[in-house]
Nanobody
Framework: QVQLVESGGGSVQAGGSLRLSCAAS????????MGWFRQAPGKEREGVAA????????YYADSVKGRFTISQDNAKNTVYLQMNSLKPENTAMYYC???????????????????WGQGTQVTVSS
């Protein structure tokens, strides 16, 4: 079983940056796909970005392309989400998730991921 711990959330002004980290422990060999999701109050959880850990291939939601970057440090079993040019609408709880499949049709589907972190809050003020 994989355990995930997120960190790096906080409060920033619009236009600012944050870097989220997700440290994985346990049976990480099964975690071929690492994703970041977010959920704002009253809204459904949505996929933000994902990375196929075997080769580093990445996926992004259209709303964050060019501003957010997902990356990994295999030696540290850690996945990052660099968020630049943040907007108030990016305010949400951000979750890290681990799954076994990283296909284009599945990466943004929460049901594809079997392990979740506790979340880290990101608040962007205007």
């Amino acid at each position: 079983q994989v355990q995930l711990v997120e960190s790096g959330g906080g409060s920033v002004q619009a236009g600012g940056s944050l870097r989220l980290s997700c440290a994985a422990s346990g049976y990480t060999d099964s975690s071929a796909c690492m994703g970041w999701f977010r959920q704002a109050p009253g809204k459904e959880r949505e996929g933000v970005a994902a990375i196929y850990t075997r080769n580093g291939f990445t996926y992004y939601a259209d709303s964050v392309k060019g501003r957010f970057t997902i990356s990994q440090d295999n030696a540290k079993n850690t996945v990052y989400l660099q968020m630049n040019s943040l907007k108030p609408e990016n305010t949400a709880m951000y979750y890290c998730a681990a799954g076994s499949a990283c296909f284009r049709s599945l990466w943004s589907t929460p049901e594809n991921f079997g392990a979740w972190g506790q979340g880290t809050q990101v608040t962007v003020s205007s």
